[in-house]
């Protein structure tokens, strides 16, 4: 049987105050796959993520999660979709002024009907998941960098999505710090059988962590393939990307 894509996107055109950004988008992403969505600043790589989570609407085209299109979807429908996508926002996007445990039960708080205890029991879960289970009562001040962004990832799951939207994640991090990161990504795409769409440009992590990649230029899509395919692709741009990081 045929695998379906969890999203589709078709024909997608859209910018901003009359000027072009994105320029007629199709694009396939599979069940339990990691997608590189990549391209120099500037390409449209973080635009395309704010259709996907339903910031943006497109000026043409289609954007289908779980076969539902959310450019023309009522907004119960939506928020129902929205429950099953988790974002991982590339400063973190913690609160500073609640503890760790209390930023990540914001979504169990907002969207279940769970017991205090039984919330507090899935954030512990959570920060274990992340390898950060001894920080429960600590503020995202007092932690680095990795650790923010860790915290970040826990509660961008804290919902057990099946869609997980990375922006920029090694953004901002040591080289030690954003491999540990990409490692922590690719366990739980195994342990939680997640798909997730990354919005990057750094090389080295699209070459640890990508099963198929997206290269936007000038709002264009000029690629999508398997990594191996993209590191032997002949599109003299991406070619280009991956060889002026060597």
Request: aromatic fraction near 6%.
């Amino acid at each position: 049987m045929d695998i379906q894509p969890i999203i589709k996107i078709e024909h997608l055109s859209s910018g901003y105050n009359g000027k072009p950004v994105l320029k007629d988008i199709s694009l396939d992403i599979y069940p339990n796959e990691i997608m590189a969505v990549l391209g120099t600043s500037g390409c449209g790589k973080t635009t395309l993520l704010k259709h996907l989570i339903g910031l943006l609407k497109p000026d043409k085209g289609t954007i289908k999660l779980f076969d539902k299109d959310i450019v023309n979807i009522d907004e119960v429908e939506f928020n129902n979709i929205l429950k099953q996508v988790g974002v991982l926002f590339q400063n973190g996007a913690l609160l500073n002024s609640i503890s760790l445990g209390e930023n990540i039960a914001i979504p169990l708080e907002q969207h279940t009907n769970l017991s205090p205890d039984l919330i507090e029991y899935l954030v512990r879960l959570k920060l274990k998941l992340v390898g950060l289970d001894h920080v429960y009562d600590y503020f995202p001040s007092e932690l680095s960098g990795g650790m923010r962004k860790r915290a970040a990832l826990a509660r961008a799951i804290a919902l057990d999505p099946k869609i997980l939207f990375a922006d920029e994640p090694g953004a901002g991090l040591d080289p030690v710090t954003a491999s540990s990161l990409d490692t922590l990504l690719l366990s739980l795409k195994q342990q939680l059988g997640m798909t997730l769409i990354i919005v990057t440009h750094e090389t080295a992590s699209i070459k640890r962590i990508a099963d198929r990649v997206t290269y936007l230029h000038d709002g264009k899509a000029l690629f999508s393939g398997s990594l191996s395919e993209a590191l032997k692709s002949d599109v003299s741009e991406l070619r280009a990307f991956f060889h002026s990081s060597e």
